[in-house]
């Protein structure tokens, strides 16, 4: 059952918001386009997961990211990525934070009539899912499995309600140089590293269950993507997908209007509340025991959670557009996180002979490979902005 919850855990911190512009950021290249996007973005993330395992493997008990740099790059490089991954982490717990909350206020007003004030939507989020985590990573993997279940049902229905409408006519679009400035975004959405550790941590270190874990769980996302992708852009026509992207407006309202299913804006509003929930669970859990490792353990767990949550609460409530502007960059951090330091981490491991029960595929050209993908999306990412 861990593993059953492990998999669900990564596919739940993958599977975000991000999901919802997939369709609307790719639209223009078109799907099979997108398609050859999704399946090299998704063996580019799977294969630093694994050097991140590697690394993990080496040591013993409860370590996190940061222990790991610091043994292995040192001290510096240890700060620097501390920096990087708190960015990263508070980033994201506050834009996730930001938005259930909106989705919740709106849904409530939608249901009984009644105006959440703004500052108080994103606490609701907070209270349920700061108490999972501070009753630890069973607990989460708990909540998690609902939340996932819930995600799965609201997307089956949109699914189901698109698939007699699709259009083969709309798949003879493809214009490959189009998926450029794309790029951040789905590497963002199919991001999991930082939830490796405690899942390391949680199957006890068995080499055979978390490769078999993290195959799968990765897995799930380039389905549900690629699904995703086809029911939209073979339904949506072209110009109302170029107008939700100038607007701002949720594909999902699109997509109902064209399916002729009003319920499909309930279906979709719910739909984006639980793929933000599941990757709010994931970040904050892995926020929480980032954290935890950088204090060693001294810090108590009611600490840690202030620390977990006040500040990217605190940032939304007194400056919103601050989450916003740095998820921008969110592509920057997620190709040095989870694409540059783990191949930095398992070359110095392996030249300064670290033991490991687990060892990557590919040698030193398959490091190199990883790192020059990696600068290619800090490049697509700045010049996209």
């Known amino acids: ?48 997961a694994l050097l991140i395992v590697e690394v993990n493997l080496s040591f013993t008990g409860d370590v996190d990211l940061i222990s790991m740099t610091k043994k292995i790059l040192g001290k510096k490089a240890s700060s620097l990525c501390v920096l990087l991954f708190l960015l990263l982490l508070y980033s994201l717990t506050g834009a996730y934070l930001a938005g259930s909350g909106s989705i919740i206020s709106e849904m409530v007003e939608r249901r009984f009539g009644f105006i959440i004030p703004e500052g108080l939507a994103p606490i609701i989020p907070l209270i349920i899912i700061g108490l999972f985590v501070f009753m630890g990573t069973h607990a989460v993997d708990r909540a998690n499995r609902v939340f996932i279940g819930c995600l799965v049902g609201t997307y089956v229905g949109l699914v189901i309600a698109g698939m007699p409408s ?5 798949f003879t679009l493809q214009n490959y140089k189009l998926l450029f400035g ?21 199957l006890s270190y068995n080499v055979r269950l978390i490769k078999k874990t993290i195959i799968i769980g990765s897995l799930i996302p380039l389905i549900v993507y690629l699904l995703w992708q086809y029911i939209i852009l073979g339904v949506v026509p072209i110009e109302d997908i170029r107008r939700a992207l100038i607007e701002g407006a949720p594909i999902t309202e699109a ?30 859990l892995a926020l929480f025991s980032f954290l935890k490792d950088g204090f060693q353990n001294k810090s108590k767990g009611k600490g840690l959670m202030i620390m977990t949550f006040l500040p990217p609460l605190l940032f939304v409530e007194i400056f919103p557009r601050g989450f916003i502007m740095a998820l921008q960059y969110a592509g920057v951090l997620v190709a040095l996180l989870s694409g540059i330091l783990p191949a930095l981490l398992v070359y110095r491991a392996r030249i300064r002979g670290f033991n490991s029960s687990y060892r990557a595929p590919g ?15 800090i490049i697509s990412d700045i010049i996209s902005q």
């Open 1 to 48: 059952m861990r593993m059953l919850g492990s998999i669900f855990l990564i596919a739940g911190t993958s599977i975000g918001a991000g999901m919802l512009a997939l369709p609307v950021l790719t639209a223009e290249a078109g799907f099979f386009p997108s398609a050859v996007l999704f399946i090299t973005v998704w063996a580019f993330t799977l294969f630093t």
């Open 166 to 170: 699709v259009m083969s006519s709309s």
């Open 182 to 202: 794309a790029v951040p975004v789905v590497v963002t959405s199919f991001a999991f590293h930082i939830i490796i550790p405690t899942v390391v941590s949680y």
């Open 255 to 284: 997509f109902g209007n064209i399916t002729g299913s009003p319920w499909i804006i309930s279906f979709g509003m719910g739909f984006s509340f639980f793929a933000i929930i599941t990757s709010l669970l994931g970040v904050s």
């Open 363 to 377: 040698g030193a050209a398959a490091l190199i490979g990883a790192v020059l993908i990696s600068l290619l999306i």
